[in-house]
């Protein structure tokens, strides 16, 4: 009986600091039972926390200041991070600026869009293991069109015939990044340093060289990048 009576109590206590902990309204989100998990200690690279007494009922802070206080007064923009410089653009470890091409700009692609990736039998390796991941099932292991989803899929262009084995390797690359048609694209899936290899891989093994062009410095590339899909 003792027993009952305590759990009773203990859930009504229970009750009342959750339904206390509902009273969350504007900017007040209510009791937090773990506020470790909500603020972190380090620095958020957007936002800032400029009051000082902010977490300071558990503060472990030598300084004396709330446990959650990380304002940066280097910065005057209310966040930690600085603003980038106006008109930066990425790039990534490659040094690829960002692909900016549309999916209807398969011209230009083949036209303006070299390959940065140098072409050595590492390479050729990498974008074989690359081609038999992404496009085997489709084109088949020697780019005839005939991979097993291929079949069913119906339509898929035989990379060993035709118009095809001129294709420029930037048309290739954007087809890869875009998709074209029944296929589709593939830029979210395969980095741009992998699509080129892959590239390197269609022209030298699958069409046996015909149409390829040489390579340039990454430096060198400004129309090549990660795709904003
Ligand atoms: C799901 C099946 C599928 C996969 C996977 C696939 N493709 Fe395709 N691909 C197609 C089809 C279908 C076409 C014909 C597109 C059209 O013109 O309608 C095509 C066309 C192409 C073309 C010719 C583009 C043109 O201008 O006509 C190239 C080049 C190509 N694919 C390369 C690749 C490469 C490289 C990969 C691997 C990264 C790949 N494809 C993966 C189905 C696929």
Redesign the pocket.
Known sequence: MKIANISNILGLALTGALLFGCKADGDNQGLEYAPQMYHSVAYEPLTQITEESEGAWLSTREDGKGEFYNSNIYNPHNMNMREPVANTVPRNQQGYLPYRLKAFE?EKAGETVMNPVALNDEVLKEGKVL?EQ??N???GSKGEGDGL??QV?G???N?TGGA?VD?PEG??YH??TKG?????A?GSQ?TPENRWK?VHY?KQEIQGGQGAQGTVAAAEVTEVETPAN
């Open positions: 398969l081609y992404y496009c099932a489709c084109h989803a291929g899929i339509g898929v262009a990379l095809y294709l048309h290739i087809v890869i074209k048609g029944r296929m589709g593939h395969i892959i269609v």
